[in-house]
T-cell receptor, first 118, second 117 residues
Framework: DTGVSQNPRHKITKRGQNVTFRCDPI?????LYWYRQTLGQGPEFLTY????????KSRLLSDRFSAERPKGSFSTLEIQRTEQGDSAMYLC????????????????FGSGTQLSVL | SQQGEEDPQALSIQEGENATMNCSYK?????LQWYRQNSGRGLVHLIL?????REKHSGRLRVTLDTSKKSSSLLITASRAADTASYFC?????????????????FGQGTILTVHP
């Protein structure tokens, strides 16, 4: 399977615990995105990387959230001191941008990690 | 805030009928994309239409774009039960948004399509 892979598929945690999600993008893709989606809503942008550089973080991403893409390949999203409001589907997507300013590329999404904070 | 808004929020039709979903957006764009999402899964890209295009076809899909009205529509012809899903329009922020926002897609709230067999 050469698509975008996300692990785990489901995560149940208690409030206050830390959680970490992993995303493996399509290997030749240079851009990697994290989105959050709650029930009945569209995906909301959290952050994205061009290679290993984190280019933008949404205001939705509080200080409890951190994302890394250490070698420009896989990425991790960590949430510290989880809150019930963090319960959502966390989606990762990747794309191949042929130029720094390219905006025409389509995104390939993983199946997401469903987080439930009790 | 969401850039695109889909209409209707939910659509229920019989197999074989056509389904039309609309999307409105706020800022200038250079392309608009439509995605599909099955329940509990990730999104799948359906079609991209550029700002200089007015209509595009892909199989049973037909997308139109009216940049003067800042709106787009997605038509699914001869619908099937397997078309049941949520459909989202998405637009990238324009290059003049500044900073490093190039290519960042913003999604609408989606249209939930149910096709009854």
């Amino acid at each position: 399977d050469t698509g975008v892979s996300q692990n785990p598929r489901h995560k149940i945690t208690k409030r206050g615990q830390n959680v970490t999600f992993r995303c493996d993008p399509i290997s030749e893709h240079n851009r990697l995105y994290w989105y959050r989606q709650t029930l009945g809503q569209g995906p909301e942008f959290l952050t994205y990387f061009q290679n290993e550089a984190q280019l933008e973080k949404s205001r939705l991403l509080s200080d409890r959230f951190s994302a890394e893409r250490p070698k420009g390949s896989f990425s991790t999203l960590e949430i510290q001191r989880t809150e019930q409001g963090d319960s959502a589907m966390y989606l990762c997507a990747s794309s191949l941008a042929k130029a720094r300013g390219a905006t025409n590329e389509k995104l390939f999404f993983g199946s997401g990690t469903q987080l439930s904070v009790l | 805030s969401q850039q695109g808004e889909e209409d209707p929020q939910a659509l229920s039709i019989q197999e074989g009928e056509n389904a039309t979903m609309n999307c409105s957006y706020k800022t200038s764009i250079n392309n608009l994309q439509w995605y599909r999402q099955n329940s509990g899964r990730g999104l799948v890209h359906l079609i991209l239409i550029r700002s200089n295009e007015r209509e595009k076809h892909s199989g049973r899909l037909r997308v139109t774009l009216d940049t003067s009205k800042k709106s787009s529509s997605l038509l699914i012809t001869a619908s099937r039960a397997a078309d049941t899903a949520s459909y989202f329009c998405a637009t990238p922020l324009p290059l003049n948004a500044g900073g490093t926002s190039y290519g960042k897609l913003t999604f609408g709230q989606g249209t939930i399509l149910t096709v009854h067999p």
